[in-house]
């Protein structure tokens, strides 16, 4: 896949490559061994606030599960799908092997553990749970990582009655 691409500041040589993906549309593949503790990329694109964010992807299906928005605070979102770069085609995996850290306000993509040439490379979305989700909130963001530790959603809590016992 040729997808429009915009370098990061992290970027020194390609440690991924894009391609199909059995977990979910395309994915992230090392290029090369990745070591624990490697910056593997920075998730770019435009930042905006939750607001623009919501505003944005007002008329969405709600049976669309495919998203670019990446929730650095409370007040900025970043957008992949506008001006980002590979970074947004890091699939959920239960079994993360890599873990988003915020520094100043920056996203970037550090391995939790050695990753294989060829192995996929995906963390934990953990999209937040809200009180207006559809019914079928579950199937929407079902996670396909074939894990056998999957929980069975890309979503956190991982079950509606987790959500409200918060409450």
């Not at 074939?146 to 069975?152: A, D, E, Q, T």
């Amino acid at each position: 896949m040729k997808a429009a691409r915009r370098a990061s500041k992290v970027e020194s040589a390609q440690l991924y490559v894009v391609r199909r993906s059995e977990v979910h549309g395309f994915g992230a593949f090392a290029a090369r061994d990745i070591r624990k503790g490697e910056t593997i990329d920075e998730y770019l694109g435009e930042r905006i606030t939750h607001d623009e964010a919501n505003e944005r992807y007002v008329h969405r299906d709600f049976n669309d599960n495919h998203t670019f928005l990446f929730t650095v605070d409370d007040h900025t979102v970043i957008d992949g799908s506008v001006g980002g770069n590979d970074a947004r085609f890091i699939n959920h995996m239960c079994e993360a092997n890599c873990e988003p850290r915020i520094r100043r306000g920056r996203v970037l993509i550090v391995a939790t553990r050695d990753i294989a040439a060829g192995e996929e490379i995906g963390f934990e979305y953990n999209i937040g749970r809200e009180d207006d989700d559809p019914e079928n909130v579950d199937e929407i963001y079902a996670c396909r990582c074939g894990s056998s530790k999957c929980r069975g959603t890309i979503l956190w809590p991982p079950t509606r009655e987790d959500s409200l016992q918060g409450d």
